[in-house]
């Protein structure tokens, strides 16, 4: 059985820096791309960044040389480093994996940037 869990976020300042993780199980993690999106509210859900299981990244403009996606397959773990944060990051961000047909969704964080 698949389980997507993630933690991090909270309350951070414009500038300011955040750490998410996600940490899968009942896959093969290592052969698995992991994305991250994230949704505001009364907006769609949007693709933040993503990597491939050889490593290659790919990030939405909006994020480009702010944000870091990375990976530890020894720890089944995707992290996504969020460095001088703008208050228009704020969003409930999402991890997933897709596993042929089915996409499997972390609960979800939220990360709030205010002053």
């Known amino acids: 059985q698949v389980h997507i869990v993630q933690s991090g976020g909270g309350l951070v300042q414009p500038g300011g820096s955040l750490r998410l993780s996600c940490a899968a199980s009942g896959i093969v993690f290592s052969r698995s791309g992991m994305n991250w999106y994230r949704q505001a509210p009364g907006k769609q859900r949007d693709m933040v960044a993503s990597?491939?299981?050889?490593?290659?990244?790919n990030y939405a403009d909006s994020v480009k040389g702010r944000f870091t996606v990375s990976r530890d397959n020894v720890k089944n773990t995707v992290y996504l480093q969020m460095n001088s944060l703008k208050p228009e990051d704020t969003a409930v961000y999402y991890c997933?994996?897709?596993?042929?047909?089915?996409?499997?969704w972390g609960q979800g964080t939220q990360v709030t940037v205010s002053s």
């Open positions: 990597i491939t299981s050889g490593g290659s990244t």
């Open positions: 997933n994996v897709r596993i042929e047909l089915t996409t499997y």
